[in-house]
């Protein structure tokens, strides 16, 4: 099976740093990887993606770095904003399935 | 494109009764997932089908849990009796060809 962990359940940072997410799955056979973000009274809204013949892959103001040896996952925001604040998901696609982790709440302090 | 349609947004049942929760998936996804959101026990996945298969079925915490898709553009999760335990966010999700999953905004089901 697979199981996803996230190193830290909480993260604040000052508006304008970077954001860094960290995220651990068990399962070297797992393929595809996302980042989910969450706020409150909404449903989990795709960040970004990678899969596994990837290392990096950049969006706007993201990137997801992927290090599969040793199955380690990370979500970096650059120049976070107040808007930033909410709940980030790694999810991890193994069998067929997408497997969710915790999740980390990122509050931004203005 | 208006997403993933969920319905209704909140239901407030009593114990005993039974609920239906309803999914429209994105036109042209082929697979569609319901997962269930609670604090103790983060995003679980529940069901998902392919091509309005049922594929995993192993997620359903129990036989009070049923869903169905009849066709591609409509899916329920019934539970029937409810009971307060199941009180949580259930979510349904589409994605074509198993990448990039598109969530709805959830139903809050509780039971009292």
């Known amino acids: 099976g697979e199981s996803v962990g996230l190193h830290l359940p909480t993260l604040s940072v000052q508006e304008g740093d970077n954001s860094i997410i960290n995220c651990a799955y068990s399962?070297?056979?797992?393929?595809?990887f996302i980042w989910y973000k969450q706020e409150s009274g909404k449903g989990p809204q795709f960040i970004i993606d990678i899969r596994s013949n990837m290392d990096k892959r950049q969006g706007q103001r993201v990137t997801v770095l992927l290090n599969k040896t040793v199955k380690h996952l990370s979500l970096q925001i650059a120049a976070t904003q107040p808007g930033d604040s909410a709940v980030y998901f790694c999810a991890v696609l193994h069998g067929g399935k997408l497997i969710f982790g915790q999740g980390t709440e990122l509050s931004v302090k203005p | 494109d208006a997403g993933v349609i969920q319905s209704p947004r909140h239901e407030v049942t009593e114990m005993g009764q039974e609920v239906t929760l309803r999914c429209k998936p994105i036109?042209?996804?082929?697979?569609l997932f319901w997962y269930r959101q609670t604090m103790m026990r983060g995003l679980e996945l529940l069901i998902y089908f392919n091509n309005n298969v049922p594929i995993d079925d192993s997620g359903m915490p129990e036989d009070r849990f049923s869903a169905k898709m009849p066709n591609a553009s409509f899916s329920t999760l019934k539970i029937q009796p409810s009971e307060p335990r199941d009180s949580a966010v259930y979510f349904c999700?589409?994605?074509?060809?198993?990448?990039?999953?598109?969530f709805g905004s959830g139903t809050r089901l509780t039971v009292v």
């Open positions: 399962n070297s056979a797992s393929d595809y």
């Open positions: 999700a589409s994605t074509w060809a198993n990448y990039g999953y598109t």
């Open positions: 036109s042209g996804h082929d697979y």
